[in-house]
């Protein structure tokens, strides 16, 4: 099942984040010290006004209809690596968030911290028990798990069969990671909190929609 989002919703995220990121690096409070930023970096590369034109206000508000190329090229030419920056977001999220099987899987294995050779499901469930453990996981961990098996295995319970199914645990373990005030202060502040938690929210709600008679009334009514 994969994520239910739009190319332009995608495109918008990642492009607002990403100018968010770069403005933060550089210390600036806004977009307008963001773009004298740049304009004074960039006054042996022939570029545009980009001060009093406020071109790149567009590209934090996310109104781009499709890969804004060009600004990335510009861009990269100052801060370097900026392709790789915008296709896997702050801290790999849009990976995890949009990445498929194989993507996850590398995701899960790094964050688990477990052999490349040994399996995703010993992955997956070293995950489960350090939170039955300790309570605790990372939102990159957490939510790469969670796509992964509502792709894979989305309906599945824990051994003993009761209870919610495993993809809604790591839902519930992802929504509660996202709202950690790490997370939420560092993902406002690049501008996508509220819309990464309603893409979370989304992918649930399609997983419980596609087979709503193997789900509990719990998981309907935690949505």
């Not at 010993?122 to 028990?129: C, S, V």
């Not at 893409?199 to 008679?213: D, G, H, N, S």
Request: proline fraction near 4%; aromatic fraction near 10%.
């Amino acid at each position: 099942m994969p994520a239910p989002t739009n190319r332009k919703i995608q495109i918008k995220l990642r492009t607002i984040a990403l100018m968010n990121t770069l403005r933060i690096e550089v210390r600036a409070k806004n977009p307008h010290q963001f773009s004298i930023w740049i304009q004074e970096n960039a006054s042996n590369l022939s570029w545009p006004d980009l001060v009093d034109s406020n071109r790149l206000y567009k590209y934090f508000k996310g109104n781009v209809s499709r890969h804004p190329d060009q600004i990335l090229k510009m861009l990269d030419q100052i801060f370097g690596n900026i392709e790789n920056k915008y296709w896997s977001g702050p801290e790999g999220l849009w990976t995890a968030l949009w990445g498929d099987t194989q993507n996850l899987s590398e995701n899960i294995k790094n964050t688990c911290k477990i052999s490349e050779k040994d399996s995703i499901e010993n992955a997956i469930n070293k995950f489960f028990m350090t939170i039955l453990v300790h309570g605790e996981s990372s939102l990159l961990s957490s939510l790469s798990i969670y796509r992964f098996l509502s792709i894979t295995d989305p309906y599945s319970r824990f051994s003993d069969g009761n209870g919610f199914s495993r993809a809604h645990n790591a839902y519930e373990q992802t929504l509660k990671n996202l709202e950690t005030t790490e997370a939420k202060s560092r993902l406002t502040a690049l501008g996508v909190f509220e819309a990464v938690r309603q893409e979370i929210i989304e992918i649930e709600r399609a997983r419980i929609a596609l087979k709503p008679a193997w789900v509990t009334s719990l998981e309907f009514a935690r949505l």
